[in-house]
C-alpha cells in the first residue's frame, strides 16, 4: 500500500503520513515501489498504527485490494484485474453456479472453465486461475455491493496506480461529447475507448469499442457489461486494424492518443477513409478524424477531442479546409480547465446545403456555455457570449486556422466594467490619505544626532527576541492539506495578503502573534493577524513594547534589506549587523507610524495598479466586442 492507501486506512492527510515517517523511528520501512512513491506492507501498517494508538478502519474493499495488488504485483495489474472482472461477470450471470462450484474441493482447477463459459462475449481474457481465496473475498464484497460497483472501486485502484501511464478522459468532457453527438443515437462507437469512459456517458443503444491495448479493451468490454449494457469492444489499433470495418454508427466518441509519430503513415497511403486528404506525417489526429466520419452514417455527428495546435498546423491546412468545404467541420470548442478542443463534425448527407459558418466558442466558463453556443447554432440562432458563427469563407484562407481565440474577442464579461471602475476609484482615493506628513530639512542637518544599536545588540540585551523558522520547504502534499496549520510565506509577506500556505501541526515551529516583526532576504514587515506558523527562509524579531517599536523597527530592517526588492549583489544582508537609532519610545513611535504609512502606501499602489490593468483590459475588450460604448 502506498501513502495514500494509509491516509485512507487512518482517515488523515496524506501530510499526516509523510509527517508519522519523519517522527516515528519505528514506521515500516517500504517493501517495494520507488524511492518517490513507496509501497508498504499493510500488516506492517496495521501492527504499527495499533502499537501507537492510532484508530484506523481496513474496509473490505481495501483488504480485496491489498490482496489484489500483491498477488499480481504493478507490473501484471491490470491482466489480474481483468481475470477479477471477467469472475464478476460470472457471479453476475451465473450466481447460482457459483454457489455451487465455490464449494468444490478444485474450485482453482474448475473456475477458469466455468468463467469462459460465462463470459464468452469478452475480449480474450487470460485462462490462469485466480487465487481462491481472493475471488471469495470479491464474491463477499459484490454481495454486498454489487458486481458493478466491486469493479469500479478496484478499477479506481487500479488507475491511481498507474496514472501516468494511462490516459482518460475527463469526466466533464465525456459527459458534453456524449450530450451533444449521441442524442437519439442507436449505436455509438468510440474507435480509441481506453477504459470506455465516453462509452459508459452515452445514452444508451448499441456501443462499440476498439482499443490497442489489450488490456484496457478487457477493462472497458467489463465495465459496460457489468452495467448490463449492450455492448462490444475489441482489441487493437483502429487506423491500422479496423475492428469494425464497413460498421457506421449513429454517433461517433473519441479520445484519439495525440503527437503519435508511427501512426502508421506509410502502410496507410491510399487508404480509402481518407476522403479529405492522405493526413501528414506529424497529423495523426486528422487520420483520426477521418477514420471518425468514416465510421458515422450519413447526417450523424462525431465529437472528437484534438490537441489545440491541430487547428491552425500548417501542414493539417488542406484537409481543414476541405473539412469546411463540405460541411464536416461545424464547431470547435475550447473547453474549461484547458487541455484538447473539441471538434463536433457531421457526416454530410448526399445533394445537403452546407453550411454557411463554422461555430468557434470558448467554453471556460463552462460546459454549459458550450451547449448552449450548439443549440443556438442548430437553430440559426444568436450566439451567446464567447460564441460566434464565424463564416467559413472568412477562414478559408492561407491558414485556414479554426482556433476559437483567433476568431473571437478576448474573453470580457462588460457587466464588470462598472465594478472595476468602482475598485479604481476606491483604491486611488485611498492613495492621497496613505502617504504621511513629512518635514523637508535643510541640506546638511539631521532629526537626531542619536547613538545607533544593532539588531545582535539588541536581542543580548533583551530588548529583541530573535527566531528562526524551522521549516525549510512547504512539501506540495502539506500545501494541499486543508487541515494543516496556515503559514505565512515570503510571497505573503511582500504583498502584505493573509497566510497562504500550509503544513501540519508538528511540534517546534515558531508561531506569529500580532506585533511581531517578520523579514525575508528582502523586505520586512510588522504582522498584524495572528494563528499562523513562519515559512521557510523567514525571520521573527518579537520586540519589547516597552524599550522598542515594532514598526520603528519594520521600517529600518526594510531599508536595510532593499525595500523589497532583491539586492543586486550576490551576499545576503546579515541582518544582525542592521543598524538602528537609539531613540525615545515616543519618537520611535512617531517615525514607526510613518514607516507605517509609507509601507501602506505601497501596498496601495499595487492594489491600485491591478485595479487599473483590470479596469483597463475590460474597458478596451467591451469596446472592441460591442458591449461597451463611450457615452454621449
Known sequence: ?????????????????????????????????????????????????????????????????????????????????????????????????????????????????????????????????????????????????????????????????????????????????????CEGAGSVLDPACGLGTLLLAAPGGRLLGQDAGEEAAVLAALRLLLRGRDAAVVPGDALRHDGFPGTQADAVVCDPPFNERAWGHEELVGDPRWQYGTPPRGEPELAWVQHCLAHVRTGGLVAILMPAAAASRRPGRRIRSNLLRAGALRAVVTLPSGGPDLWLLRRPEPGERRPAAVLVTDASGGPEVAEAAWRAYLAGAPQPPASRAVPIIDVLDDEVDVSPARHLSPRSDARGYPAALDRFREASAALAAAPPDLEVLAEGAADWDAPVTTIAELAKAGLLAVSHSTLRALPEEDAADEAGVPVLTADDLLSGGPPTGRATGAGGQVTVRPGDVVASAVAARVVRAEGAVLGPQLSLFRADPGHLDPDFLAGFLRFALGGGRPHLGSSRVDVRRVRVPRLPLPAQRAYGAAFRRLLALEDGLREASAAGEELARVGVEGLIDGRLRPRG
Open 1 to 181: 500500500m502506498n501513502a495514500g492507501d494509509i491516509a485512507r486506512l487512518a482517515d488523515v492527510g496524506r501530510a499526516a503520513v509523510s509527517n508519522w515517517r519523519r517522527r516515528y523511528e519505528d514506521f515500516p520501512q517500504p517493501v517495494g515501489g520507488t524511492a518517490s512513491s513507496p509501497l508498504f506492507s499493510l500488516p506492517e501498517i496495521e501492527a504499527w498504527l495499533r502499537r501507537n494508538g492510532k484508530s484506523y478502519e481496513v474496509s473490505l474493499g481495501d483488504r480485496v485490494w491489498q490482496r489484489l495488488r500483491g498477488a499480481a504485483g504493478d507490473l501484471h495489474l491490470g491482466e489480474a484485474l481483468g481475470r477479477v472482472g471477467a469472475f464478476l461477470l460470472y457471479l453476475r450471470r451465473d450466481p447460482e453456479g457459483w454457489e455451487r462450484l465455490s464449494r468444490t474441493a478444485d474450485l482453482a482447477a474448475r473456475l477458469p472453465e466455468a468463467v469462459a463459459a460465462a463470459t464468452g462475449d469478452l475480449p480474450e481474457t487470460s485462462a490462469e486461475p485466480a487465487d481462491p481465496d481472493l475471488l471469495r473475498l470479491v464474491a463477499t464484497m459484490a454481495a454486498r455491493e454489487g458486481e458493478a460497483e466491486t469493479f469500479e472501486f478496484l478499477c479506481e485502484r487500479y488507475v491511481e496506480v498507474h496514472s501516468r501511464r494511462l490516459s482518460l478522459t475527463r469526466a466533464d468532457a465525456a459527459e458534453l461529447m456524449t450530450r451533444l453527438a
